[in-house]
């Protein structure tokens, strides 16, 4: 792609933000869609992140994406918010607009339609989810978007859960260990703590066998390594189970067509998850 003088910015706020994938997915996008746009990636402290966003609305910078830490602490800085992002308590997407910035959150977006092919074991179902951090509170709205009847919430700290999510009389939180008080079926389970994460591949959240036994399917939103313990404990008890690098690519389109009102279609999404893979795993395999 050529830049020019009528080439867009948008970016990455985090910090750090050096081994982002962001750049790969966006610019990725912006050829395939024929967008002119380059998109980067802006170290940035918390202390500095006030000018930030009053500098880059003065330069028109189209949008951004804001990652850790600066997921909720941005919000006062925004001039509106999606409903969907209020609900959630925090943003990944901040789009220009005539007063400022406007916050989104595509993660919940992201993780319903990598989760679209567990839609049956969703929809007026009972699921579970593990963890309450950040990530933990897109992928709850997503499930009762996509029409769970009820989360069974497995924390280590239940207290922690409570207090984020005990409001919501839909949501049952239970210790790590409180799975055998779930009652004995198939589940499709949510894992959304960092346990499992590179380079400390060999632990799960929950090590006991049987609670595999209760797990239909899953989603780890971990994407390395591509099978973490947790899915291949699914998988031994005869489970389905992906990985997160679906819901990295799908928040990803659906930022970009907040930014750029494009939807990116079937070949372009094809073209950035093969370099992804390849990036991310070292092959152009794509098991999704
Ligand atoms: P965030 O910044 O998103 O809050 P985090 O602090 O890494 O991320 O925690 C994310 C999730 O992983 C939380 O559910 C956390 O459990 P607690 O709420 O009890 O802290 C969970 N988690 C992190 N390390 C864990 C561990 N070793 N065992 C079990 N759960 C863990």
Same mark, same amino acid.
């Given at each position: 792609m050529e830049v020019d003088g009528k080439t867009k910015v948008c970016a990455l706020l985090g910090d750090p933000v050096e081994h982002t994938l962001s750049p790969l997915l966006h610019n990725s996008f912006g050829e395939s869609e024929k967008v002119n746009v380059v998109y980067?990636?802006?170290? *940035?402290?918390?202390?500095? $992140?006030?000018?930030?966003?009053?500098?880059?609305?003065? $330069?028109?910078?189209?949008?951004? #994406?804001?990652? *850790?830490?600066?997921?909720?602490? *941005?919000?006062?800085?925004l001039s509106g918010m999606d409903p969907l992002a209020e609900r959630i308590g925090a943003v990944n997407t901040l789009a220009l607009t005539d007063?400022?910035?406007?916050?989104? #959150?595509? !993660?919940?977006?992201?993780?319903?339609?990598?989760? $679209?092919?567990?839609? !049956?074991?969703?929809? !007026?179902?009972? *699921?579970?989810m593990i963890g309450a951090g950040g990530a933990a509170n897109a992928v709850l709205c997503g499930l009762y978007e996509l029409g769970a009847k009820r989360v069974y919430i497995l924390n280590r700290s239940a207290a922690k859960a409570e207090a984020k999510f005990g409001s919501d009389k839909r949501n049952v939180i239970l210790p790590l260990e409180g799975f055998r008080d779930i009652p004995d079926n198939k589940y499709f389970c949510a894992q959304c703590t960092s346990v499992g994460l590179s380079p400390n591949d060999e632990a799960a959240p929950i090590e006991d066998k049987d609670f595999y036994k209760m797990i239909g399917s899953a989603i780890d939103i971990i994407y390395k390594p591509e099978e973490t313990r947790f899915m291949r404990m699914v998988r031994e008890k005869g489970g389905r189970a992906e990985n997160g690098l679906p819901m990295l690519l799908f928040q990803a389109v659906e930022s970009f067509r907040i930014y750029h009102g494009v939807t990116v279609g079937e070949e372009g999404i094809k073209e950035a998850k093969d370099r992804l893979y390849r990036k991310v795993y070292g092959n152009g395999k794509n098991s999704t």
């Amino acid at each position: 792609m050529e830049v020019d003088g009528k080439t867009k910015v948008c970016a990455l706020l985090g910090d750090p933000v050096e081994h982002t994938l962001s750049p790969l997915l966006h610019n990725s996008f912006g050829e395939s869609e024929k967008v002119n746009v380059v998109y980067t990636a802006f170290n *940035v402290k918390k202390e500095g $992140l006030e000018a930030a966003l009053k500098g880059a609305f003065a $330069l028109g910078i189209r949008g951004f #994406n804001v990652t *850790v830490p600066h997921k909720e602490s *941005v919000i006062p800085f925004l001039s509106g918010m999606d409903p969907l992002a209020e609900r959630i308590g925090a943003v990944n997407t901040l789009a220009l607009t005539d007063k400022g910035y406007k916050g989104y #959150n595509t !993660d919940a977006t992201g993780f319903m339609r990598s989760a $679209l092919g567990f839609e !049956d074991e969703i929809r !007026d179902r009972e *699921v579970i989810m593990i963890g309450a951090g950040g990530a933990a509170n897109a992928v709850l709205c997503g499930l009762y978007e996509l029409g769970a009847k009820r989360v069974y919430i497995l924390n280590r700290s239940a207290a922690k859960a409570e207090a984020k999510f005990g409001s919501d009389k839909r949501n049952v939180i239970l210790p790590l260990e409180g799975f055998r008080d779930i009652p004995d079926n198939k589940y499709f389970c949510a894992q959304c703590t960092s346990v499992g994460l590179s380079p400390n591949d060999e632990a799960a959240p929950i090590e006991d066998k049987d609670f595999y036994k209760m797990i239909g399917s899953a989603i780890d939103i971990i994407y390395k390594p591509e099978e973490t313990r947790f899915m291949r404990m699914v998988r031994e008890k005869g489970g389905r189970a992906e990985n997160g690098l679906p819901m990295l690519l799908f928040q990803a389109v659906e930022s970009f067509r907040i930014y750029h009102g494009v939807t990116v279609g079937e070949e372009g999404i094809k073209e950035a998850k093969d370099r992804l893979y390849r990036k991310v795993y070292g092959n152009g395999k794509n098991s999704t």
